[in-house]
């Protein structure tokens, strides 16, 4: 059986064209002309062509967007996926003993070292490494967790829909927005096998609110002989980080505060690839490592190839070069000055007003809820044009543009667009207002 090949494919999308030509006819419209359908069928196949994964332009200003890949990756980061990708590697050799190797070394060294645990182990996100951590030490047991950290983490996926999955028994103290070192006390008996604690990263509770501290609940567990785990969610571990960025638990302290096990993203506040990483006292994760989810859940090549070009810049202070930092610490001043030059640029194009704007970007991808970053964007002002419409022709441009709308503007945050995109901007503007 063959594939279409471009002109099969032109076809169809002429022939889809004309059908619903004719069936606008029917509901009593006039028939469009010849160029009408084909640039209906030419629309049809830009439209399927985008169907499948493309490059965007990610002028929204949130720095972490989930649903345009988060973090984008940087030269040296695509660097190491590309050189492990396009050739052989020795993704489960011992070089050294001529003999099979482990895949997770390459990276868990690293992760050691840049954490200061003990052993660590990879899986394909936190969910997955939350699940795998539950089901290898504590399935068929209890495990003690606050209500107000009963939290979904997107997609409708729940922790305890994630606990049951694994085989652990949920149960839960205090309330949504106070709970208390006693409540944890109380709830432990002799088939607790672990207290957890998960870190509300994607949402805040104020107000007449209690949690107990994670050295808190270290003690208390170690005290009673049960196993503390933190899922920490963003997976901060750089003490450098803006100061509107240290709101997030530090991989590290977590680790020195007491916790046996601590779970976190490598593709949020660590600026990495996709995955999840789990740390912890060596038996734990020997553990995990025996667990025969681990295979289902495992990593491949590009992944721990980007994950430890990622590690290696943090261990080199090269932070900067990883673009989530990058992005955040740019000065606002910065973003002002490229705001103005492109809005000069467009000033005089079409009946939209042009102008840059200050405005306030986010961190985004389920970290820092409530911090906002002052930044500035390119603001179009349309007359007759919706700002909804005018959105809707940047999503279409190429590459696509994904903006925001606010009081009938459309801003383009500068903050989470790259200084070489500049000039792509400006243009598909352009052609867009033309």
Request: glycine letters at 8%; charged letters at 25%; proline letters at 4%.
């Amino acid at each position: 059986m063959g594939f279409d090949g471009p002109q099969a494919r032109a076809t169809a999308m002429a022939r889809r064209a004309l059908d619903e030509a004719r069936v606008e006819v029917r509901q009593g419209s006039e028939a469009p002309d010849f160029d009408a359908i084909i640039d209906r069928a030419e629309t049809l196949m830009i439209e399927e062509l985008r169907m499948g994964l493309v490059r965007v332009i990610n002028a929204t200003g949130v720095i972490i967007h989930t649903n345009l890949g988060r973090a984008p990756m940087g030269s040296e980061q695509i660097r190491a996926v590309i050189e492990v990708a396009g050739t052989y590697s020795n993704l489960e050799y011992d070089l050294s003993e001529g003999r099979r190797g482990s895949r997770y070394a390459h990276a868990t060294r690293l992760i050691a070292r840049v954490t200061g645990a003990e052993a660590a182990i990879v899986v394909n996100n936190n969910a997955a490494a939350v699940l795998l951590t539950l089901a290898a030490l504590c399935s068929g047991r209890e495990v003690i967790i606050s209500r107000g950290e009963l939290v979904e983490i997107g997609g409708e996926f729940r922790i305890p829909d994630i606990m049951s999955i694994s085989g652990a028994r949920l149960v839960e103290v205090g309330t949504t927005n106070r709970t208390h070192l006693v409540d944890y006390e109380r709830a432990i008996s002799p088939d607790t096998a672990a207290i957890l604690k998960v870190h509300p990263s994607n949402y805040k509770v104020v107000g007449f609110t209690s949690t107990v501290p994670a050295r808190d609940l270290a003690r208390l567990a170690t005290g009673r002989g049960v196993t503390f785990l933190h899922d920490l969610g963003s997976g901060l571990v750089t003490d450098d980080a803006p100061a509107d960025f240290t709101g997030e638990p530090l991989v590290q302290v977590a680790l020195e505060d007491g916790a046996n096990v601590a779970m976190f993203s490598g593709d949020k506040l660590l600026g990495g690839p996709q995955a999840g990483i789990i740390v912890g006292h060596t038996h734990h994760i020997i553990q995990l490592e025996r667990h025969p989810l681990l295979r289902v859940l495992r990593v491949d090549k590009m992944t721990l190839a980007a994950l430890e070009a990622t590690l290696r810049l943090y261990l080199d202070g090269r932070t900067d070069e990883i673009p989530l930092w990058r992005m955040a610490r740019t000065d606002a001043d910065e973003l002002e000055r490229r705001a103005r030059a492109i809005a000069e640029e467009l000033r005089e194009i079409g009946s939209i007003k042009v102008e840059a704007f200050p405005t306030r970007s986010v961190a985004g991808g389920g970290s820092l809820p409530d911090v906002e970053v002052g930044s500035w964007a390119v603001a179009l002002l349309p007359d007759r044009a919706g700002a909804s419409e005018l959105q809707r022709s940047l999503r279409r441009s190429d590459p696509p543009i994904v903006a925001r709308v606010e009081e009938d503007r459309v801003l383009l945050d500068l903050r989470t667009v790259a200084p070489d995109d500049d000039r792509t901007l400006a243009a598909a503007i352009r052609r867009v207002l033309g």
